[in-house]
Every structure is written in structure tokens, then in C-alpha cells.
């Protein structure tokens, strides 16, 4: 059953990919005033843990993602677009915004978007070679609702917004915190040709709490079992954050390594502040000698080109998130993950990942668990030119 459903799920993606081929080969056409698009992701995990861990989750699969969204670009320079997630264990808005792009290299974005503080929350999930973000994210807000004006060039990318909380209705961020927060990000490509680029960047972020609640935990590498992770445990006294990164990424030609450190400052009003770190570094090789494409404007490397039979890839990580014990919880997570990655095409995936999770939670006892899992994805998402 799991082969056909992937088998299926690959053939519905190889034609809507045909139909586009037939589309981009047509005759010019005039540029219209208003060009509406469409656009789709749908993706299917799979997961079990080796030991026999209660951890086990119950189902055997899991329809992580299935979003489907609309744009409109208004001549040359405008767009609307929205998109929702109709998955239950992320069901909502994701990209709902309006962006103006007055010149080539400038683009100015109101709506519901990523922060992109660090390197890890500015590759789009279609383009990890991970079915999961790394632990480290627990630091970094996640998608929220804001201003955000990039700048960038073939050598530099910069990036400042104002962002507020979750969505429409006011959802807290990743951590647990509404408020309003200002957020830069730059990173230099100072040389370096396609065939062997290395880029190197800095994040900062400034959030002011209102309500002074603030909780955060670390992920498990799947959303499909309840993994006894490390958290901060819920504070009510919370002022304001200060969270900052340091990355780094080269891709010389087949390669990919990738690396970033992530520290957050937790300043509370009636108590000691205290300080979180994180950081996670990746390498993958992709065998067929394929090569990712980098992206100016987001300032990391993303798909996988890749046409029939495919492209084939192996990926190693480490990633680690260590919470501050001062205020009576907290921890360290260390997760391990090696990924075997195919690329039929550059807009699906099948992955495979062995994943090991290491708990060590201050005054209980440690926890592991090791994770085998498999995701089949398709995702018919244009990526916008930079």
C-alpha cells in the first residue's frame, strides 16, 4: 500500500510537470495586465521507531502537508498571493501577502511570511534534504504576520522587517510569545562562481513581549509521535527576547555544507534573564552530480534541478538545542539524522531518514530513540525569479 500510494502520488506529479513543460514551450505571449497561477503541495510521511518505544505512533500514515494556494501578479511589480494548509497538524494560513517589487533586487512584503532569522528558517521546506527542520529552530519565531523589505544583489543580500504575531487571529509565534518584533538579516557572497559559491551571514532579532508568556520545546525530526522532547516550560514574567545567529554555507559544484549558531535572550521583569543556544550543521552530496540553485533573495541554496530519471542524494546533519535550567526546566536535545534523497523530478521528492534523538532533560533522566521514516512529496509551487 505505502509503494502505491508513492507510485500514484509520483505519476499525478509528472503530469502536472508535463503540462507546465507544454506551457513554457508555447509561443511568446504579451505579458497580461493581471496573470493568475496556482499552485499545490501535497506530501504523505511514514514513520517508526526501531526500539520498542511508547513513543510508537499510532497511525501508520500521516498527510503532513496538503496546500494549495492562489497568486495574482498586477503588471510587473505587484502580487497578491495566499496560500492555506489543510493539514490538521498545521492547519492555517501560510504566504498570505502582498508584495511590491518596484526595481529588479527590491522587494517590499505585507502579510503572513517567514522571518528567515538564520540560515535553517530561510530554506524553504521543499528544498531541505531533511524531511524536518533541525532542533535549533525552537529559537527562531517561525512564520509570522509583518513588514519585510529585501534588498540584494549577486554578492549581498540584506533583509529588515516589523513583524507582529501569528497569523490574522493573533496566534502567538513558535515560542509561545505575541508581541512585535524587529528583525535584520545580511549575508556577503563576496566571490565565488555557480560551480563553487560560499556565502556567510548574521541575524538579529528584537521582540517585545506582551502577556510575558513564553514556552518552547525542541522537535523530534517528525510530527507524526510525541517524542519526550526538552522544553523551557511555560514563563509568565517575560519582557522581551534578543535572539541572534551566526551562518555559513559552500556549495562546491555536487556538495552542500551548511552550518549556523543560534543564541536567544530571555529578559524577564521579575527575574534573572536567561540565555538559550542551538546550532545545527549539515553536508550532502548529490551522487548524479546535480546542483542546487541559489537564491538571491532568500540568500540560500534551494531545489535540487533535476529532470527523468532523477537525481539522487545523501545528506548528513547534526543539530542541537540547549535550554537554560535557571528557571526550572530545561535541557539538551541533540538530534542525528542521514537522509537518502530522490529527485524524479525538481519538483518532487522521496525521502528516506534514519534519524537518532538524544534527550537529556536537567534533573530527569536521559531518553533516545531511534526514527526510521520515508515522505513522498510533490510540490507544484513556481519559484519566483530574483
Not at 511568446?28 to 501535497?42: G, M, Q, T
Not at 532569522?117 to 527562531?140: C, H, K, N, Q, Y
Not at 552530480?289 to 527523468?308: D, H, K, L, P
Request: avoid cysteine; aromatic fraction near 8%.
Amino acid at each position: 500500500m505505502r509503494i502505491i500510494l508513492a507510485a500514484g502520488m509520483l505519476v499525478l506529479a509528472t503530469a502536472g510537470e508535463a503540462r507546465a513543460a507544454e506551457t513554457a514551450d508555447a509561443p511568446a505571449k504579451p505579458a497580461p495586465v493581471i496573470n493568475l497561477s496556482a499552485n499545490a503541495r501535497l506530501t504523505v510521511d511514514t514513520v517508526d521507531l526501531v526500539d520498542s518505544s511508547p513513543y510508537q505512533p499510532d497511525d501508520v500514515f500521516d498527510l503532513s502537508s496538503a496546500r494549495f494556494g492562489a497568486a495574482a501578479d498586477i503588471g510587473r511589480a505587484w502580487q497578491v498571493r495566499a496560500d492555506y494548509e489543510f493539514a490538521l497538524s498545521s492547519r492555517g494560513w501560510r504566504n498570505a501577502f502582498v508584495q511590491y517589487r518596484p526595481t529588479p533586487g527590491l522587494s517590499l512584503r505585507l502579510g503572513n511570511q517567514n522571518t528567515g532569522l538564520g540560515l535553517d528558517e530561510a530554506t524553504p521546506d521543499s528544498a531541505s534534504s531533511f524531511m524536518e527542520r533541525s532542533t535549533s529552530v525552537a529559537l527562531a519565531p517561525g512564520r509570522v504576520t509583518g513588514l519585510q523589505i529585501d534588498k540584494w544583489t549577486d554578492r549581498q543580500t540584506l533583509r529588515f522587517g516589523v513583524y507582529g504575531n501569528r497569523e490574522l487571529d493573533e496566534l502567538p509565534d513558535r515560542r509561545g510569545t505575541r508581541g512585535h518584533s524587529v528583525l535584520g538579516r545580511a549575508v556577503l557572497r563576496p566571490r565565488g562562481t555557480i560551480e563553487n559559491a560560499y556565502a556567510v551571514g548574521a541575524s538579529l532579532e528584537y521582540r517585545d513581549v506582551s502577556g510575558g508568556r513564553f514556552r518552547t520545546r525542541a522537535r523530534s525530526e517528525s510530527d507524526m509521535f510525541l517524542f519526550g522532547g526538552v522544553e523551557t516550560g511555560l514563563l509568565l514574567d517575560v519582557d522581551h527576547l534578543v535572539a541572534a545567529g551566526v551562518e555559513a554555507q559552500w556549495n562546491p559544484g555536487p556538495l552542500l555544507f551548511a552550518g549556523e549558531y543560534l543564541t536567544l535572550g530571555v529578559h524577564r521583569a521579575l527575574h534573572s534573564s536567561l540565555r538559550h543556544n542551538g546550532w545545527n550543521a549539515l553536508a550532502s552530496w548529490i551522487v548524479t552530480g546535480n546542483r542546487r540553485t541559489y537564491r538571491n533573495n532568500s540568500a540560500a541554496f534551494i531545489n535540487v534541478q533535476a529532470e527523468w530519471p532523477g537525481a539522487l542524494e545523501l545528506g548528513a546533519r547534526v543539530s542541537q538545542v540547549d535550554f537554560d535550567p535557571s528557571a526550572g526546566n530545561g535541557g539538551r536535545q541533540t538530534n542525528a539524522a542521514l537522509a537518502v534523497d530522490w529527485y524524479p523530478r525538481t519538483s518532487m521528492q522521496v525521502k528516506l531518514e534514519l534519524a537518532r534523538l538524544f534527550v537529556h532533560p536537567w534533573g530527569a533522566p536521559s531518553d533516545a530513540a531511534n526514527v526510521v521514516q520515508l515522505r513522498v512529496q510533490a510540490d507544484f509551487n513556481t519559484v519566483a525569479p530574483d
